[in-house]
Protein backbone atom coordinates (compact mmCIF):
# COMPACT_ATOMS: atom_id res chain seq x y z
CA UNK A 1 0.00 0.00 0.00
CA UNK A 2 1.02 3.65 -0.45
CA UNK A 3 0.14 6.56 1.73
CA UNK A 4 1.17 10.49 0.34
CA UNK A 5 1.99 12.69 2.83
CA UNK A 6 3.37 16.17 1.76
CA UNK A 7 6.96 14.94 0.14
CA UNK A 8 7.24 11.73 1.40
CA UNK A 9 5.78 8.46 0.41
CA UNK A 10 5.26 5.69 2.70
CA UNK A 11 5.49 2.46 0.95
CA UNK A 12 4.55 -1.08 3.12
CA UNK A 13 5.95 -4.43 3.26
CA UNK A 14 8.64 -3.95 0.91
CA UNK A 15 10.10 -7.07 -0.05
CA UNK A 16 13.64 -7.93 1.57
CA UNK A 17 16.09 -10.58 3.36
CA UNK A 18 15.77 -11.49 7.12
CA UNK A 19 17.09 -9.30 9.33
CA UNK A 20 18.61 -10.71 12.77
CA UNK A 21 15.34 -13.08 12.38
CA UNK A 22 13.11 -10.32 12.73
CA UNK A 23 11.17 -11.51 9.89
CA UNK A 24 10.77 -10.62 5.59
CA UNK A 25 8.50 -7.53 5.76
CA UNK A 26 10.57 -4.51 6.26
CA UNK A 27 9.12 -0.97 6.39
CA UNK A 28 10.84 2.02 3.50
CA UNK A 29 10.58 5.36 3.21
CA UNK A 30 10.29 7.21 -0.11
CA UNK A 31 11.52 11.07 -0.14
CA UNK A 32 9.38 11.52 -3.86
CA UNK A 33 11.59 14.85 -4.64
CA UNK A 34 15.24 12.99 -4.07
CA UNK A 35 14.24 9.16 -4.86
CA UNK A 36 16.20 8.78 -1.82
CA UNK A 37 14.75 5.67 0.61
CA UNK A 38 15.23 5.09 4.42
CA UNK A 39 14.89 2.09 6.57
CA UNK A 40 11.74 2.95 8.80
CA UNK A 41 11.49 -0.32 10.32
CA UNK A 42 11.26 -4.23 10.51
CA UNK A 43 7.93 -6.07 10.25
CA UNK A 44 6.54 -9.04 12.10
CA UNK A 45 4.84 -11.27 9.84
CA UNK A 46 3.46 -11.76 6.20
CA UNK A 47 1.14 -9.83 3.65
CA UNK A 48 -1.52 -7.97 5.38
CA UNK A 49 -0.78 -9.00 8.93
CA UNK A 50 2.37 -7.63 8.94
CA UNK A 51 3.02 -4.40 11.40
CA UNK A 52 5.52 -2.67 12.55
CA UNK A 53 8.11 -3.72 15.14
CA UNK A 54 10.07 -0.62 16.45
CA UNK A 55 12.16 1.73 14.37
CA UNK A 56 15.83 1.89 12.83
CA UNK A 57 18.22 3.51 13.55
CA UNK A 58 18.82 7.05 11.71
CA UNK A 59 21.35 5.39 9.46
CA UNK A 60 19.87 2.80 7.25
CA UNK A 61 21.22 -0.67 7.13
CA UNK A 62 23.53 -0.55 3.85
CA UNK A 63 22.08 -3.81 2.14
CA UNK A 64 18.42 -1.29 2.12
CA UNK A 65 20.39 1.45 0.29
CA UNK A 66 21.57 -0.69 -2.35
CA UNK A 67 18.34 -2.19 -3.07
CA UNK A 68 17.09 1.34 -3.14
CA UNK A 69 19.58 2.41 -5.04
CA UNK A 70 20.92 5.58 -3.11
CA UNK A 71 24.19 3.44 -2.15
CA UNK A 72 27.29 5.49 -2.61
CA UNK A 73 25.41 8.73 -3.54
CA UNK A 74 23.22 7.16 -6.11
CA UNK A 75 20.01 8.21 -6.77
CA UNK A 76 19.02 6.37 -10.17
CA UNK A 77 15.20 4.64 -9.13
CA UNK A 78 12.85 4.23 -11.48
CA UNK A 79 8.54 3.71 -10.92
CA UNK A 80 6.82 2.08 -13.56
CA UNK A 81 2.93 1.74 -13.94
CA UNK A 82 0.61 -0.47 -15.96
CA UNK A 83 -1.07 1.50 -18.98
CA UNK A 84 -5.07 1.66 -18.75
CA UNK A 85 -7.87 0.98 -21.40
CA UNK A 86 -9.40 4.10 -21.67
CA UNK A 87 -7.13 6.96 -23.25
CA UNK A 88 -7.81 10.49 -24.68
CA UNK A 89 -6.76 12.72 -26.48
CA UNK A 90 -4.93 16.20 -25.42
CA UNK A 91 -2.65 17.81 -28.20
CA UNK A 92 -2.79 21.42 -26.85
CA UNK A 93 -2.42 21.30 -22.84
CA UNK A 94 1.60 20.30 -23.04
CA UNK A 95 3.70 19.46 -25.53
CA UNK A 96 5.30 16.13 -26.39
CA UNK A 97 9.20 16.30 -25.60
CA UNK A 98 10.05 12.88 -28.12
CA UNK A 99 8.56 9.90 -29.80
CA UNK A 100 8.72 5.97 -27.96
CA UNK A 101 12.19 4.65 -28.07
CA UNK A 102 10.44 1.47 -29.50
CA UNK A 103 8.83 3.36 -32.40
CA UNK A 104 9.81 1.13 -35.15
CA UNK A 105 8.56 -1.97 -32.99
CA UNK A 106 5.11 -0.35 -32.75
CA UNK A 107 5.18 0.51 -36.58
CA UNK A 108 5.47 -3.47 -36.69
CA UNK A 109 2.61 -3.87 -34.40
CA UNK A 110 0.62 -1.64 -36.26
CA UNK A 111 0.91 -3.34 -39.87
CA UNK A 112 0.28 -6.43 -38.01
CA UNK A 113 -3.23 -5.38 -36.82
CA UNK A 114 -4.03 -3.76 -39.71
CA UNK A 115 -3.54 -6.84 -41.98
CA UNK A 116 -6.03 -8.15 -39.33
CA UNK A 117 -10.50 -8.59 -40.23
CA UNK A 118 -12.89 -6.62 -37.74
CA UNK A 119 -14.23 -9.73 -36.08
CA UNK A 120 -10.15 -11.13 -36.02
CA UNK A 121 -9.74 -7.43 -34.11
CA UNK A 122 -12.57 -8.12 -31.81
CA UNK A 123 -11.92 -11.54 -30.38
CA UNK A 124 -8.48 -10.14 -29.83
CA UNK A 125 -9.90 -7.33 -27.67
CA UNK A 126 -12.21 -9.15 -26.03
CA UNK A 127 -14.49 -6.10 -26.52
CA UNK A 128 -18.10 -5.68 -27.40
CA UNK A 129 -19.07 -4.05 -30.99
CA UNK A 130 -19.57 -0.62 -29.16
CA UNK A 131 -15.79 -0.62 -28.72
CA UNK A 132 -14.64 -2.58 -31.14
CA UNK A 133 -15.88 -0.84 -33.96
CA UNK A 134 -14.78 2.76 -32.70
CA UNK A 135 -11.24 1.39 -32.33
CA UNK A 136 -11.20 -0.65 -35.66
CA UNK A 137 -12.06 2.86 -37.58
CA UNK A 138 -8.75 4.77 -35.34
CA UNK A 139 -6.71 1.51 -36.44
CA UNK A 140 -7.36 2.26 -39.84
CA UNK A 141 -6.57 5.98 -40.22
CA UNK A 142 -3.85 5.48 -36.95
CA UNK A 143 -0.65 7.92 -37.38
CA UNK A 144 2.08 7.68 -35.10
CA UNK A 145 4.08 10.76 -35.41
CA UNK A 146 1.00 13.20 -35.89
CA UNK A 147 -1.53 14.68 -33.43
CA UNK A 148 0.43 12.94 -30.58
CA UNK A 149 -0.39 13.38 -26.52
CA UNK A 150 2.45 13.36 -23.69
CA UNK A 151 1.59 9.42 -22.45
CA UNK A 152 1.23 10.74 -18.89
CA UNK A 153 -2.01 12.99 -20.02
CA UNK A 154 -3.25 10.25 -22.35
CA UNK A 155 -4.25 7.23 -20.18
CA UNK A 156 -7.31 7.69 -18.10
CA UNK A 157 -6.68 4.96 -15.70
CA UNK A 158 -7.34 5.27 -12.00
CA UNK A 159 -3.67 5.52 -10.97
CA UNK A 160 -3.39 8.45 -13.63
CA UNK A 161 -6.03 10.10 -12.43
CA UNK A 162 -4.99 10.41 -8.44
CA UNK A 163 -1.78 11.83 -9.41
CA UNK A 164 -3.66 14.77 -11.14
CA UNK A 165 -1.08 15.74 -13.64
CA UNK A 166 -3.05 18.89 -14.48
CA UNK A 167 -1.87 20.07 -11.23
CA UNK A 168 1.75 19.41 -11.78
CA UNK A 169 4.41 22.39 -11.30
CA UNK A 170 7.25 22.25 -13.54
CA UNK A 171 9.26 21.19 -10.93
CA UNK A 172 7.57 18.24 -10.49
CA UNK A 173 6.90 17.33 -14.07
CA UNK A 174 10.68 17.04 -14.38
CA UNK A 175 10.53 14.60 -11.90
CA UNK A 176 8.20 12.40 -13.61
CA UNK A 177 9.63 12.61 -16.61
CA UNK A 178 13.06 11.39 -15.10
CA UNK A 179 11.67 8.74 -13.05
CA UNK A 180 8.56 7.13 -14.40
CA UNK A 181 8.04 5.05 -16.84
CA UNK A 182 5.04 2.89 -18.37
CA UNK A 183 4.94 -0.56 -19.29
CA UNK A 184 3.07 -0.58 -22.33
CA UNK A 185 1.84 -3.63 -25.04
CA UNK A 186 2.04 -1.48 -28.34
CA UNK A 187 4.48 0.85 -26.87
CA UNK A 188 6.85 -1.15 -24.70
CA UNK A 189 8.24 1.37 -22.36
CA UNK A 190 6.88 5.01 -22.52
CA UNK A 191 8.33 8.45 -21.26
CA UNK A 192 5.38 10.42 -19.44
CA UNK A 193 6.26 13.17 -22.25
CA UNK A 194 6.86 10.51 -25.06
CA UNK A 195 4.03 11.26 -27.86
CA UNK A 196 1.20 8.54 -27.78
CA UNK A 197 -2.34 8.24 -29.74
CA UNK A 198 -4.87 5.80 -28.39
CA UNK A 199 -5.00 2.54 -28.80
CA UNK A 200 -6.33 -0.88 -27.47
CA UNK A 201 -3.75 -3.77 -26.77
CA UNK A 202 -2.75 -5.45 -23.63
CA UNK A 203 0.53 -7.17 -22.83
CA UNK A 204 -1.69 -10.06 -22.35
CA UNK A 205 -3.13 -10.23 -25.76
CA UNK A 206 -2.88 -13.78 -27.53
CA UNK A 207 -1.42 -11.79 -31.22
CA UNK A 208 0.95 -13.77 -32.67
CA UNK A 209 3.71 -11.52 -34.90
CA UNK A 210 6.17 -13.06 -37.44
CA UNK A 211 7.61 -15.61 -35.61
CA UNK A 212 6.69 -14.37 -32.13
CA UNK A 213 4.03 -16.13 -30.72
CA UNK A 214 2.31 -13.04 -27.99
CA UNK A 215 3.36 -9.92 -27.02
CA UNK A 216 5.36 -11.12 -24.52
CA UNK A 217 7.59 -12.97 -26.87
CA UNK A 218 7.65 -10.08 -29.20
CA UNK A 219 9.11 -7.64 -26.90
CA UNK A 220 11.33 -9.93 -24.89
CA UNK A 221 13.66 -7.99 -22.42
CA UNK A 222 13.80 -5.12 -24.57
CA UNK A 223 11.86 -2.76 -22.00
CA UNK A 224 13.84 -4.25 -18.88
CA UNK A 225 16.96 -3.56 -21.18
CA UNK A 226 16.06 -0.28 -21.33
CA UNK A 227 14.86 0.52 -17.88
CA UNK A 228 18.10 -1.40 -16.32
CA UNK A 229 20.55 0.69 -18.89
CA UNK A 230 18.86 4.07 -16.75
CA UNK A 231 19.35 2.70 -13.62
CA UNK A 232 19.35 -0.95 -11.14
CA UNK A 233 16.21 0.46 -9.35
CA UNK A 234 12.89 0.01 -10.05
CA UNK A 235 9.79 0.16 -7.98
CA UNK A 236 7.32 -1.71 -9.42
CA UNK A 237 3.55 0.48 -8.90
Known amino acids: RIRRRSKTIFIFGFSAPAVEGEGKICYTMLHIETGC ?64 VFLPKTEILLERLRGMTYEELKSLWRCSDGLAKPNYERLQGMELRSRLTPALLAYEGIQYRYMAPGVFTEEEFSYVQERLRILSGFYGLLRPFDGVVPYRLKMQARLQVGEYGDLYAFWGDMPARQLFSETDTVVNL
Open 37 to 100: GCFIGRGVGRGSKARLRGWAPPQAPPWILESLGTAKGRNTMRIILSPAKKMNVDVDSFDCRGLP
